[in-house]
């Protein structure tokens, strides 16, 4: 099910500057996979431009505020495959108003009139009810795969309305949401002859699931390659779902307790042994030294392992990695001390990202955790790394300045020093020389998280040196405005900006009137911008939406929260009413 061919060739006929073939267009635009380049090519001229609208059928959207679902498919009317992205990344820290919008139903009901023949759908910080799922499962008859990261406002109901309607679903992918879980009797709601699924995510849903329908539909879909399941699977269930899905190649376990007799251990290890296609590992909640050799049979073709949810020591961590000697990405827990990163420093030569979550942040008498010490270990020993986060509550300029003297290719470096304002704790200077380092010596850096007590110094060197920067995430740092301007000024390819708690005012909000709408996004928070500035700001700068979040009892003269986005669909309409929406046109 399409649009109809007659049409399109009668709107390019009508449309045609040159006697280019459309054929020879649609083929050349074929071979571009990567959104950005396909927009880029849509500006070379008219021709271009009207090939790329007919021949595109995968859309992405990084602010569902930056255009409208009627513009997009006026645009696109091919489209089968849509990713859609909604509240700016501090929700995530629960500084976005629990209803400021993002709601994802206006444009399912658009997509059932222009795109009947959507396939997929992604969504990132989305709000989704269950009436919203339903539409989507009896609206779409070829509906095939289904991803929501971040969202909130739906339950398990809406899960059930998905596996009861989608009957050509290959994907069902559930990650880290706020979803009212009422029950696990929605896996149940899959036709016992379906078997079409090959990805199946529910690892972060709370409450038990229905097992024997868990493992009824395991069976059937023989071309399942990705299950990851929530900790209500026990080490006993998980042996029976591995026998009847050897063929995964990645897989998210549940808990590692109750204790396993000599006999399921034995069966347990089998499974894991004729799981050959195996190459990313997670889950293992609860995991402990005593279970974690069952693993070891797939460890030697795992490239990611994603420990986040184990309270591993170091030396449980050492154990298990000497068995993975491929590993490409790492995340841990710091429960593994500067020990542990020392294991993997030895152990995985290959490693190109690694990320080390905080077991608890809030507490600050924390005794473990890791230091800059473990981070040089792996630095050392892990040449190839590119992407890291590291959460940690001390740090000196030099050891950054070592790390990425090992490791000059980061192109994400993202430093989470967790108590604010923290300065070179061997020095006490400002952490100014450590990120210096990084723009200078990382000339590939795309995205950059800093932290730590940091002057204007800092985003003087991020302006000279990092001109393929694109993102920049900024806390609780800064001695005035000038240090926003220099970032303005001299980052050429920005296109996120995020800072909270920071000293910047009008003055540096203003800065950016030339570059804000070539970025996607401007975020301001606890900062020192007033009413009066966004507004200058909203009438100089009529394409763009300025918002601004209000508090109840906050000055009426401050702009609590600010974010700034360019838009070609005007000011939105769903807008709270502790959102202000100003604008200039």
């Not at 994802?104 to 009436?131: C, G, I, N, Q």
């Not at 309270?311 to 841990?332: D, H, I, K, N």
């Not at 380092?437 to 204007?456: E, F």
């Not at 009413?531 to 009529?542: F, T, V």
Request: charged fraction near 20%.
């Amino acid at each position: 099910m399409g649009p109809n061919p007659k049409m399109k060739r009668e709107f390019l006929d009508s449309t045609r500057s040159s006697p280019f073939p459309d054929e020879v267009l649609e083929r050349v635009l074929s071979l571009l996979k990567s959104h950005k380049d396909r927009s880029a090519v849509s500006l070379v001229c008219k021709d271009w431009y009207n090939a790329e609208s007919w021949s595109r059928t995968h859309v992405f959207i990084g602010n569902c505020y930056s255009v409208s679902p009627e513009i997009v498919a006026r645009r696109f009317p091919i489209i089968k495959s849509v990713t859609l992205k909604g509240k700016p990344r501090f929700s995530d820290f629960n500084l976005v108003p629990e209803n400021w919008g993002a709601d994802v139903h206006p444009w399912l009901v658009v997509f059932a009139t222009k795109y009947p023949f959507l396939e997929e759908l992604r969504l990132k910080r989305m709000a989704v009810s269950d009436e919203s799922l339903e539409f989507l499962a009896v609206n779409f008859p070829n509906f095939k795969v289904l991803s929501l990261l971040s969202c909130d406002g739906f339950s398990t109901d809406g899960l059930a309305a998905i596996a009861t309607h989608c009957k050509s679903l290959t994907q069902l992918d559930i990650q880290e949401n706020g979803i009212d879980d009422k029950s696990g009797g929605w896996l149940s709601c899959f036709p016992e002859n379906f078997t079409s699924l090959e990805v199946l995510n529910f690892a972060n849903l709370n409450t038990d699931v229905n097992f024997d329908a868990l493992e009824r539909l395991v069976s059937r879909c023989k071309s399942l390659k990705v299950l990851k399941v929530n900790k209500s699977i026990s080490l006993e269930h998980l042996q029976r779902l591995l026998v009847c899905a050897p063929q995964l190649t990645e897989l998210g376990t549940g808990s590692f307790t109750p204790e396993l007799t000599t006999r399921q251990y034995a069966e347990l290890e089998s499974a894991f042994n004729q799981c050959k296609n195996l190459h990313t590992l997670s889950g293992l909640w609860e995991a402990t030294a005593l279970y974690l050799p069952v693993l070891y049979p797939v460890c030697s073709n795992l490239t990611f392992l994603n420990l986040s949810y184990t309270f591993l020591q170091s030396l449980e961590l050492a154990s298990l990695l000497r068995q993975c000697p491929r590993l490409r990405r790492l995340w841990v827990l710091d429960t593994v001390g500067d020990k542990g990163l020392e294991a993997v420093g030895s152990n995985c030569p290959l490693l190109e990202e690694l990320r080390v979550f905080p077991a608890d942040p809030f507490d600050e008498e924390i005794i473990h955790g890791v230091t800059e010490a473990g981070f040089v270990a792996v630095s050392y020993g892990c040449r190839r790394l590119h992407y890291v986060l590291y959460f940690c509550r001390q740090m000196t300029n030099a050891a950054v300045a070592t790390i990425v003297r090992n490791c000059p290719d980061f192109t994400h470096f993202r430093l989470c020093i967790m108590n604010p304002g923290q300065p070179d704790y061997l020095t006490n200077e400002p952490m100014d020389e450590a990120f210096g380092a990084v723009v200078r010596t990382c000339t590939k850096l795309q995205r950059l998280s800093v932290s730590g007590l940091l002057t204007d110094l800092t985003f003087e060197y991020i302006g000279q040196y990092a001109k393929n920067l694109e993102t920049l995430s900024v806390a609780f740092a800064g001695s005035s405005d000038r240090g926003m301007q220099c970032v303005l000024e001299g980052c050429p390819k920005l296109r996120k900006l995020e800072i909270r708690d920071c000293p910047f005012g009008n003055a540096a909000l203003l800065s950016g009137l030339e570059k804000y709408e070539s970025m996607r996004s401007l975020w301001m928070s606890a900062c020192n911008v007033t009413m009066n500035g966004c507004r200058l700001l909203a009438r100089e700068m009529p394409r763009l939406n300025v918002e601004v979040m209000k508090e109840d009892g906050s000055d009426d003269s401050q702009a609590d929260k600010v974010y700034v986005y360019r838009s070609v669909a005007g000011p939105r309409r769903d807008a709270p009413p502790c959102v202000l929406t100003l604008s200039g046109l």
